[in-house]
C-alpha cells in the first residue's frame, strides 16, 4: 500500500461552504446583534448634584437660624446694659413706676450701695433748680 | 470589520464544522472584539487578540453543545463529521470528507495546530501568539498530527 504523504498531494480544502452573498450580507446581521450605544441616563440629581447640595445647605441654614436664635435668646436673665438702656428710652416710665417696683429691701439695699452724705445731698438740693418740686413731690 | 470576516469565519467554521454554529461563533466573536476593543492593551497584535476570542468562543461552544446534548466533545465532532456528508454547506470530495475524519482523530490541540497550519496558512509565530504556545512545541505539535493523519488516509 502506498503511503500517503500530505506533502506530495495537491493541498486538500475544507469542502466547507458558505449561503451565497453570506459575507455581504453578515455585516448588516451583526450590526443588528451589537449592542447600540444607548444616551447615558442621567439623573436629575445627578446633572445638578452642585445646585441641589447648595440649596439643601441654604434650606437647612434657614431653618436653622431662627431655631438657633429661639434658643439663644430663650435665657430671661437681662444683663445690665440692656435694662439700662431699656429704661433710658422709655420715656413714659415715670419715678412712680420705679418706685412701686421697689421693695423695702431694695431701699436699703440702695443705702447701702448709694452712701450719701448729708452735704452732699444739701449741695444736691441746693444746685437743682426744680427743689421746691421735689419738696413737694 | 471585513478585513477579518473571512477568515474568522474559516477559523471558527474548522473548529465547529456546522455553518449555523460557524454563524453564531461569528458573531458572538465580533460582539466580544467590540465590547472589549477599549480594553485591548495592545501588547499583542490586534489581529492575534481577536483570533485568541474567536478561537476560545469555538471551542467553548463546542463544550457546551456537548454538554447540552450530554456527549463528551469528541463524541459531538464524531457525529457532526458523520453527518458531515448531508450537510447543506459541504461539498467536500472524497479525500477532503477522509482528511476531516482523519483529522477529529486528534487530540484537540493537535487538531487546532493543524488547522491553523493547514487549512488557514497562518505562520507559527502567529499560531503561537493566538495559541499562547512557543513556536517549537506548535511544530513538535504538527509533525504529530501529519503523521497520523497520513497515517489514517493511508489505512482508509
Given at each position: 500500500?502506498?503511503?500517503?504523504k500530505?506533502?506530495?498531494?495537491?493541498?486538500?480544502?475544507?469542502?466547507?461552504?458558505?449561503?451565497?452573498?453570506?459575507?455581504?450580507?453578515?455585516?448588516?446581521?451583526?450590526?443588528?446583534?451589537?449592542?447600540?450605544?444607548?444616551?447615558?441616563?442621567?439623573?436629575?440629581?445627578?446633572?445638578n448634584?452642585?445646585?441641589?447640595?447648595?440649596?439643601?445647605?441654604?434650606?437647612?441654614?434657614?431653618?436653622?437660624?431662627?431655631?438657633?436664635?429661639?434658643?439663644?435668646?430663650?435665657s430671661?436673665?437681662?444683663?445690665?446694659?440692656?435694662?439700662?438702656?431699656?429704661?433710658?428710652y422709655?420715656?413714659?416710665?415715670?419715678?412712680?413706676d420705679?418706685?412701686?417696683?421697689?421693695d423695702?429691701?431694695?431701699?436699703?439695699?440702695l443705702?447701702?450701695?448709694?452712701?450719701?452724705?448729708?452735704d452732699?445731698?444739701?449741695?444736691?438740693?441746693?444746685?437743682?433748680?426744680?427743689?421746691?418740686?421735689?419738696?413737694?413731690? | 470589520?471585513s478585513?477579518?470576516?473571512?477568515?474568522?469565519?474559516?477559523?471558527?467554521r474548522?473548529?465547529?464544522?456546522?455553518?449555523?454554529?460557524?454563524?453564531?461563533?461569528?458573531?458572538?466573536?465580533?460582539?466580544?472584539?467590540?465590547?472589549?476593543?477599549?480594553?485591548?492593551?495592545?501588547?499583542?497584535?490586534?489581529?492575534?487578540?481577536?483570533?485568541?476570542?474567536?478561537?476560545?468562543?469555538?471551542?467553548?461552544?463546542l463544550?457546551?453543545?456537548a454538554k447540552?446534548?450530554?456527549?463528551?466533545?469528541?463524541?459531538?465532532?464524531?457525529?457532526?463529521?458523520?453527518?458531515?456528508?448531508a450537510?447543506?454547506?459541504?461539498?467536500?470530495?472524497?479525500i477532503?470528507?477522509?482528511?476531516?475524519?482523519?483529522?477529529?482523530?486528534?487530540?484537540?490541540?493537535?487538531?487546532?495546530?493543524?488547522?491553523?497550519?493547514?487549512?488557514?496558512?497562518?505562520?507559527?509565530?502567529?499560531?503561537?501568539?493566538?495559541?499562547?504556545?512557543?513556536?517549537?512545541?506548535?511544530?513538535?505539535?504538527?509533525?504529530?498530527?501529519?503523521?497520523?493523519?497520513?497515517?489514517?488516509?493511508t489505512?482508509?
Open positions: 500500500m502506498k503511503a500517503f500530505l506533502e506530495n498531494e495537491p493541498k486538500i480544502e475544507t469542502g466547507f461552504k458558505t449561503p451565497e452573498n453570506y459575507f455581504e450580507n453578515f455585516s448588516v446581521s451583526l450590526l443588528e446583534k451589537l449592542p447600540q450605544n444607548e444616551p447615558k441616563t442621567i439623573s436629575l440629581f445627578a446633572r448634584r452642585k445646585t441641589f447640595i447648595a440649596a439643601a445647605a441654604v434650606l437647612v441654614i434657614a431653618l436653622t437660624v431662627p431655631i438657633v436664635n429661639k434658643y439663644v435668646t430663650k430671661k436673665e437681662l444683663d445690665e446694659a440692656t435694662l439700662e438702656t431699656y429704661l433710658s422709655q420715656s413714659n416710665l415715670i419715678q412712680y420705679l418706685i412701686h417696683e421697689l423695702t429691701n431694695d431701699i436699703k439695699n443705702d447701702k450701695n448709694i452712701a450719701l452724705g448729708d452732699t445731698i444739701e449741695d444736691l438740693l441746693s444746685s437743682n433748680a426744680n427743689i421746691e418740686h421735689l419738696i413737694l413731690e | 470589520m478585513d477579518y470576516q473571512k477568515p474568522l469565519y474559516n477559523h471558527i474548522n473548529i465547529v464544522l456546522d455553518h449555523d454554529d460557524a454563524h453564531d461563533v461569528l458573531q458572538n466573536t465580533f460582539v466580544k472584539v467590540f465590547r472589549y476593543l477599549n480594553k485591548f492593551k495592545g501588547d499583542s497584535k490586534l489581529f492575534s487578540w481577536i483570533y485568541r476570542i474567536a478561537t476560545n468562543e469555538a471551542l467553548t461552544f463544550n457546551q453543545k447540552l446534548s450530554g456527549i463528551t466533545s469528541e463524541a459531538l465532532q464524531n457525529k457532526t463529521i458523520d453527518n458531515l456528508q450537510d447543506t454547506y459541504f461539498d467536500g470530495n472524497e477532503q470528507l477522509k482528511l476531516q475524519k482523519a483529522i477529529v482523530t486528534l487530540p484537540e490541540k493537535q487538531q487546532l495546530v493543524f488547522k491553523m497550519k493547514y487549512f488557514e496558512e497562518l505562520k507559527y509565530e502567529e499560531i503561537a501568539e493566538i495559541l499562547g504556545t512557543s513556536v517549537g512545541a506548535l511544530k513538535a505539535s504538527y509533525h504529530h498530527a501529519v503523521k497520523k493523519i497520513e497515517a489514517y488516509l489505512s482508509n
